[in-house]
């Protein structure tokens, strides 16, 4: 870039989704890889997807562009017997790994199941690396049915850890991260015992429609205005100001209606619970010269 602070107009030309600006879906536990996979046999574009459990199988799920077996390397099974604790210890053990998959991450998408020793034990690991590396980090968390008694009130319990996860809680208030709750139980109202069978993929067509809306479609709206931009300035000039380039920002969006599946469970400093944060955009266009003589 010239010393004047101008761009000279082809950084956009350089810029690729996908390589430069990284998309990563990210699922730790069975429940979790379920939905992820779901979202990865339809090849979402630009989209990486990765998959995290305790159990040795994992590697062989070859819909994901990634595995991480988080056990020994000689591929024996380790059984967490459902603790949390044998999960957590294996995740931080396995942080060298998870550094490398969320290097030069810009939006990181986190699916966690939970209720198990995987999913409950290696979220908060997965998220303090996320939320160190990545630009924007959207939180899933799922909650069991009711009906699974001690696993649903793990799951409580581990929602409310997420609260002591400091990077992660910092990117929240400062609107650059969000959790959700997705409550399997919800869905008994609206699709009875269809609830059963098909709740991965009601989940993956709700997080699939997140991730294009928030992340993958302004960045692509974006790279097509910096192009025609380009286009537009390139005969007239051979350089923009950098003032007149238009940027991807965030946007408060309006209070959206509670949706009935999704229910925030981090709790806020006092108690109460925390906004629900929707990651919107606005293409902010430059202001064009006048025509020249």
């Not at 990865?40 to 459990?53: D, K, M």
């Not at 609107?175 to 269809?194: C, F, K, V």
């Not at 286009?231 to 969006?253: C, G, Q």
Request: aromatic content about 6%.
């Amino acid at each position: 870039m010239p010393d004047d602070g101008a761009i000279d107009g082809s950084w956009e030309a350089q810029l690729r989704l996908g390589q430069d600006v990284r998309f990563v879906l990210v699922a730790v536990g069975g429940g979790a890889i379920r939905v992820a996979q779901e979202i990865a046999r339809r090849h979402v574009r630009h989209l990486e997807t990765v998959a995290i459990n305790c159990d040795p199988r994992v590697q062989s799920f070859e819909d994901f562009d990634r595995r991480v077996y988080l056990g020994p390397d000689s591929g024996a099974e380790i059984d967490t017997g459902g603790s949390p604790i044998v999960g957590g210890v294996l995740a931080r053990a396995a942080e060298p790994a998870l550094d490398r998959i969320f290097e030069g991450a810009t939006f990181v998408i986190v699916i966690g199941s939970l209720g198990g020793g995987a999913g409950s034990g290696a979220l908060p690991h997965l998220l303090r690396v996320a939320s160190r590396h990545a630009e924007y980090v959207s939180a899933f968390v799922i909650r069991p049915f009711r009906c699974e008694g001690e696993r649903r009130a793990l799951a409580d319990r581990a929602i409310g850890q997420l609260h002591f996860v400091e990077p992660f809680v910092e990117k929240r208030e400062q609107g650059s991260a969000s959790l959700r709750t997705l409550d399997n139980e919800s869905l008994i109202a609206t699709h009875g015992h269809e609830a059963f069978n098909h709740v991965s993929t009601h989940w993956a067509d709700l997080i699939q429609s997140h991730i294009e809306s928030s992340f993958i479609f302004p960045a692509e709206a974006l790279l097509e205005a910096a192009q025609l931009n380009r286009a537009a300035y390139t005969a007239p000039m051979n350089r923009i100001p950098a003032s007149e380039v238009p940027t991807l920002r965030p946007i408060e969006p309006p209070s959206p209606e509670p949706h009935p599946e999704i229910e925030p469970l981090l709790p806020s400093a006092h108690g109460s619970p925390g906004p629900e944060v929707e990651l919107t955009f606005e293409i902010v266009a430059p202001t064009l010269p006048p025509s020249l003589p």
